[in-house]
């Protein structure tokens, strides 16, 4: 199986950046080669393509459904083991930062929220312990952000990345309205405090 020039700059490129990103060479390129085939690939298919042992196929095709970035085939009267990677780019997106959360940012919340829950022996670990508090009230805005968009569907995910500097406009404009909002309550004796706005809704906003 031999690779057209375009598609081997792609693959060889990917294992490039494979380190960089915390995956192997060989992972990433055998990544790359299954985004752009047309068609599934078995092992010796991949093998074959690359020049890798089939032993290194198996570990790196194991790794990338420990991701959950590929996907697992089989043809009719082929008893062989076919693998694909998602069509639809965003949902790719979705995988990478769901298991990225678990994990990298499920583990250090954790450890955070337990250090939180602990006693400070000590002036040193109360500054300590308000320097987590910080670290771990932007990992959970961040971690909610995230699980908003996880559940978009992809076009509405597609909206929200286009938006751009139109989401900080939507805020300013959601600030300016909650602020008003506010200081009508407040002439009337009551009090109001403006919500959160999810991401959902700046893209309904940005379509109306």
Same mark, same amino acid.
């Given at each position: =199986?031999?690779?057209?020039?375009?598609? #081997?700059?792609?693959?060889?490129?990917?294992?490039? =950046?494979?380190?960089?990103?915390?995956?192997?060479?060989?992972?990433?390129?055998?990544?790359?080669?299954?985004?752009?085939?047309?068609?599934?690939?078995?092992?010796?298919? &991949?093998?074959?393509?690359?020049?890798?042992?089939?032993?290194?196929? !198996?570990?790196?095709?194991?790794?990338?459904?420990?991701?959950?970035?590929?996907?697992? #085939?089989?043809?009719?009267?082929?008893?062989?083991?076919?693998?694909?990677?998602?069509?639809?780019?965003? %949902?790719?997106?979705?995988?990478?930062?769901?298991?990225?959360?678990?994990?990298?940012?499920?583990?250090?919340?954790?450890?955070?929220?337990?250090?939180?829950?602990? #006693?400070?022996?000590?002036?040193?670990? &109360?500054?300590?312990?308000?320097?987590?508090? #910080?670290?771990?009230?932007?990992?959970?805005?961040?971690?909610?952000?995230?699980?908003?968009?996880?559940?978009?569907?992809?076009?509405?995910?597609?909206?929200?990345?286009?938006?751009?500097?139109?989401?900080?406009?939507?805020?300013?404009?959601?600030?300016?309205?909650?602020?008003?909002?506010?200081?009508?309550?407040?002439?009337?004796?009551? !009090?109001? !405090?403006?919500?959160?706005?999810?991401?959902? %809704?700046?893209?309904?906003?940005?379509?109306?």
């Amino acid at each position: =199986m031999n690779l057209a020039p375009l598609t #081997q700059r792609f693959v060889l490129h990917f294992g490039e =950046m494979g380190s960089r990103w915390g995956i192997n060479r060989t992972v990433g390129q055998i990544y790359a080669l299954l985004y752009v085939s047309p068609r599934a690939l078995n092992a010796d298919d &991949i093998g074959d393509a690359l020049a890798f042992s089939r032993s290194n196929v !198996s570990m790196g095709l194991k790794e990338l459904q420990s991701w959950n970035l590929v996907r697992l #085939q089989h043809l009719p009267n082929d008893r062989r083991e076919y693998f694909q990677a998602p069509e639809d780019v965003w %949902a790719i997106f979705r995988t990478l930062a769901e298991e990225r959360r678990k994990r990298e940012i499920d583990p250090t919340l954790s450890m955070l929220r337990d250090a939180l829950m602990e #006693q400070p022996s000590g002036a040193d670990d &109360i500054h300590a312990q308000a320097r987590m508090k #910080q670290m771990h009230d932007l990992i959970e805005l961040m971690t909610g952000w995230l699980l908003d968009v996880q559940k978009m569907d992809s076009a509405t995910l597609a909206s929200l990345m286009k938006m751009g500097a139109k989401v900080q406009k939507l805020l300013e404009a959601k600030d300016k309205v909650a602020s008003t909002v506010k200081a009508g309550f407040k002439g009337l004796g009551g !009090s109001a !405090s403006p919500a959160i706005m999810p991401p959902t %809704a700046l893209v309904d906003a940005d379509r109306s």
